[in-house]
């Protein structure tokens, strides 16, 4: 049997098409369980789902008062009766053979958590929102971050979105930290890797995800990441990964660069260099993807937007460490 398990809060204009798109998946449904684990939603999200419970007899919901992920994603394991846990968002849509397929490759390859290659979507037709979709799937915003730009061949990764785990693995490594508003998945999935297991990306499986509908959203979700991601490495001990110091580097880099600049005509030059390389390659990727002058435009304040937020978030979250102040913030709707 396979326990999936989805946190939700206020997600009345995704939930029904993510139902919908749970109901068409080809794996025996009396073989399965989905428990959306619901962090008090105000909006009319309850009564979407309430609306599938008797199509749906495998539906449940779990509240969440705590609201974040983490605390949504331990309720779910540990109320799971299921061998198998597979972890979905909301915001995204499946393929028919979502759960058959993850969990073929998860007994095949002998793996611990086996993912799919996540295709963002725009929330909307408009310019910035293509935009915005556009940066989040290319090379350029995203690094080598392999489920959100792709790969030929099934390979070992560090991480995936929606993973599908043994459920005995929870009792290996434990379950999802609760301090973690963002970066829960790449933390928990760093351990695993540290206790010997192994993840698997396939690529041809798709999940269509919907990107934030405002680049505002999109900086502040990437601020998040960047902020969370020192206290990740400080409860792994390491670094998971070297592309997150690309961003940091880049904002240290812009204010130093601008402040020195002050001081020798050189460095300005070279400092100028840069930040005009920065903007062609941002101009180039921009128009790989272009449609329209004003998506291209779009695009290139994503980009900005993106990789100076995370890397402020990320200096921030240092500070954080560093003076021992808490780390709050707001979940990003």
Known sequence: MITVVCPIYNEEKYIARCIESIMEQDYPKDDMEVLFVDGMSTDHTRAIIEEYLPRCPYLRVIDNPQRIVPYAMNAGIKAA????????????LYPSNYFSELVRKL???NADNVGAVCRTLPADDSPKCRAIAAALSSSFGMGNSYFRIGA???????????????KEIFDKIGLYDTDLIRNQDDELNARLIKHGGKIYLLPYLIVDYFARNTIKKTGKMFYQYGL??????????????????????????????LILSIFSKYILIAYLAIVTMYFLLALIFSVKSYSSIPQVMWQIATYITVHVNYGWGYL????KILTKTNFQAKVNR
Do not use: M
């Open 152 to 166: 030929k061949d099934i390979i070992k990764v560090d991480t995936v979105p929606f993973g599908c785990y043994r």
């Open 107 to 109: 007994y095949e390859l």
């Open 81 to 92: 009766k299921g061998d198998v846990i597979i972890r979905l968002d909301a915001h995204a």
């Open 228 to 257: 969370y991601k020192p206290l990740v490495n400080k409860k792994l001990g390491s670094p998971a990964t070297l592309r997150q110091f690309f961003p940091v580097a880049f904002v240290l880099g812009l204010i130093f660069g």
């Open 316 to 319: 921030v979250g240092i500070y």
